[in-house]
């Protein structure tokens, strides 16, 4: 099962001396919630762009369904089907709410691109998927004049949109308040039902607890420990990473 | 529960979407009269050329906002498009013979097959090395061009016949090619629209937006950003071929300026580099304002010290430009576009209990009863 | 092609090389500590010439002495650009706009210049501006040797500001890692402003190295921004000894090339560099991971 979904192994990157992600080898559980856990500047923000291609890693692979994806581009990585939200949310400040959703149509033909962006398909879809984050009343407003919370949802929004398959969500609670973080939750537990994979990295602990089905602990550059919520809690060399040093 | 100023918003947007249409249209058949009619309203020959330096402007200007206003990257050095659309129509007139209009776009295509590498030598790594490569080139070409002199004529320049022959006289000239200037920003403009409302010119936007965030929800960043400059390129040679063509002459030093780049760049960022007729707007600003200048002060260093002051104004504030900040101005006079912020938090309050009632995915069909 | 005339060619490429190697680490500098591309960086050069040449007119004092109060000033000049201009745009924005902004600055240079001194050709003229040393069989002016050594004597004092001091230190992490920096209280935004007059210091050093032995003229500053240009490229973006390394190795091909092919095309030499490397190694071929972001 894990085979079909997204792994890495012996992925490497340093910066300068350090090695930020250092041969990590982890497999991602296909279909369910994952979660990517560790104590700060443990490499998981690295690892994450490692695996979407924004950075090129050193040395290692990382695949997906089957295909190799090791330093592809990021577009080329989204168009396999993974999507991902960035550490602090970024949208496009300068287009409305609608635009920033229609950024995400992907279309292979040259006609399909020169055509409007606004056709009444992927409108009427970009809404649908407004509407269920909830922020579709605001459709016609300039991103930059969200909130944090709204432009966190648009974001959200943003990359379902693309419909991928995996969705790679960079600390999904961080910054907003405890009423956003259970809707976000929610979110992900009806897309997970869906069939959407989720990998999660995220520091709100109650969050990973009770949302995710494998967590995986990151300490120096790679993981030291995997299984269900509760199995990772128990497990004393989690404890040390996070109480220990 | 609907809030109130949902149910004030919505048709009121509804109202001003039919009337600021209403109000496109009218303004641009309005433009479309004063440019059809400047030619007769002109009182002199010498009106009639500085309209034809605008229009010029105004043509190199939108042809910089292709690349300029969709993906952010300010190229200083579009003078080198322009220069070798000129040149290369000089060139194919005089060496081989070819009909001047065949000659221009010939130059226009030759300028584009050049602007695919220097494309990919400066959009593969971003901002500051498309820059120094779009200064470098017009440095280059000046070099080349003032050097070369037994093929381009060297720092002599290269004169051009005139295209319609020597019985048209120079006002008739003029006229002719102030039309012709206007019916090529009339394509351009018909282009950059089309490209604005396409899918291609959303990918567009979001990278001037955010490169990074554009790529990873599936834009081809690097391909977008060639095919527009190169797009770009190719409208600036034929702009820089259409002057060559009424001018008569091109002098490398005027020709591969790093001022005529700048002047671009100045007129797009004055009137706005994300709008539709920002470039337009700022050419027949500033080109006016420089055609005064040399009438009354002459050629002096005077014009370098207001170019400059007037790119330091803007760049530090104004960037958006003169059209978005009049659209500022409009909104504010309108009574629903004044405090998104507020409606919206007071909307997400609502919707998070909504939310909470009935969980998300009934959100649609409640929005709809609602409305 | 005599032995002679091929070291003389070295020789005169390695002085140049060491003036183009200071102008260009304060280009460095600048983008380092605020990712701007400083395009009025060689305007303050052209500047400082004519200051050192007026200097020498007025005072008939040796334009070196004008270094006493040119470099403080250009320092300060520098720092306040930082606090009161390049701070003011929008981080988002700030590459793009910090390039018109500078450009803009090159031009109110350029046209003061013009306005203030015309555009007449100027040229300082010493006692010993006819001097030559004659290194087996080469012969070389000794101005361009004081020059080299103002060039490579400032480049050592910014080496070991950098490298010994606490300021230097912190510069540097300013220029790796803004964010880290200001974690570790480094007040990076005085930083940012010291380094900018720094950059700035480089111009004004530069300037009257150039003013001993050459015609100046407003718009000369053109002919400088191209080369330095292409030098920070192929040094990689934000690398102050890739700078300096890839300086000496144009400003010599630039002379040897300059025997076969002439003054001009031997210039084409530096946009040929330019475009090779963005082809070849876009991160240049000294820099680390900066310049591979921007």
Known sequence: MTASGLSTTGLTKSFGGVRAVDGATVAFHHGKVNALIGPNGSGKTTFFNCVTGMIKPDAGTASYRGRDITGKAPHRIARAGIGRSFQLCRIFPRLTVLENMLVSVRTSSLLGKLISARQSADVDRARELLARVGIDHLEHAEARDLSYGQ?????????????????????????????????????????????????????????????????????????????????????????EAYLGV | ??????????????????????????????????????????PDSFILSVGVVIASYAVLATSWNFVGGFTGYISLGHAAYSGLGGYGTALLITRADVNPWLAMVAAGVLVAAFAVPVGIASLRVRGASFVIVSIALVLILLLVFQSWGSFTGGSNGIRLPRPFGDDVLRPEQHERFFYLHAALLAVLLLCWWAIDRSRFGMGLKAIREDEDKAQSLGVPTFTYKLVVFVISAFFT???????????????PIFQFSILVGSYMVLMSLLGGIRSLFGPLLGAVIVGYAMEFFKAQYGDTQAHLIAMGALLAIVVLFMPDGIIPALRGLVNRFRPQAASIREVSAAELAEQRRAAEDTGGSERGEKEEVRR | MTGSLLLQSLVLGVLLGGLYALLAAGLTLYFGVMRVVMIAHSAFLILAAYLAWFFTRQTGLDPMLSLLFTVPLFFGIGVLMQRLLISRLRPATLTMMSVLLTFSIALLIEGVLGFAFTGTHRRIRLPYSGAHLEFFGASIAVVKLIAFGLAALSLAGLYILLKRTRFGQALRATMQHREAAQLVGINTDRVAGFGFGLGLATAAIGGTALALDSTIYPSLHWHWIG??????????????????????ALGLGQSLLQIPLGTTWAQTFFYLALFATLMLRPQGFFGGRLAQRF
């Open chain 2, 237 to 251: 040679a034929l702009g820089g071929g259409m002057y060559a063509l009424w001018f008569g002459f091109l002098d």
């Open chain 1, 151 to 239: 432009q966190k949802l648009l974001e959200l929004a943003g990359v379902l949109m693309a419909d991928p398959e995996t969705i790679m969500l960079d600390e999904p609670a961080g910054g907003v308040n405890p009423a956003l973080i259970d809707r976000i939750g929610k979110l992900v537990r009806s897309l997970n039902a869906e069939g959407k994979t989720f990998l999660i990295v995220e520091h709100n602990m109650d969050m990973v607890m009770s949302l995710s089905d494998h967590v995986v602990v990151f300490d120096r550059g790679r993981p030291i420990a995997e299984g269900t919520p509760a199995e990772v809690q128990e497990d004393p060399r989690v404890l």
């Open chain 2, 1 to 42: 529960m609907p809030s109130d100023s949902d149910l004030v918003t919505v048709p009121a947007r509804a109202r001003t979407s039919t009337t600021t249409r209403v109000a496109k249209v009218l303004g641009l058949l309005v433009l479309a009269g004063l440019v059809i009619s400047f030619p007769s309203l002109a």
């Open chain 3, 227 to 248: 080369p330095l240009m292409a030098i920070i490229v192929v040094g990689g973006l934000g690398s102050v000894p890739g700078a300096a390394i890839a300086a000496m």
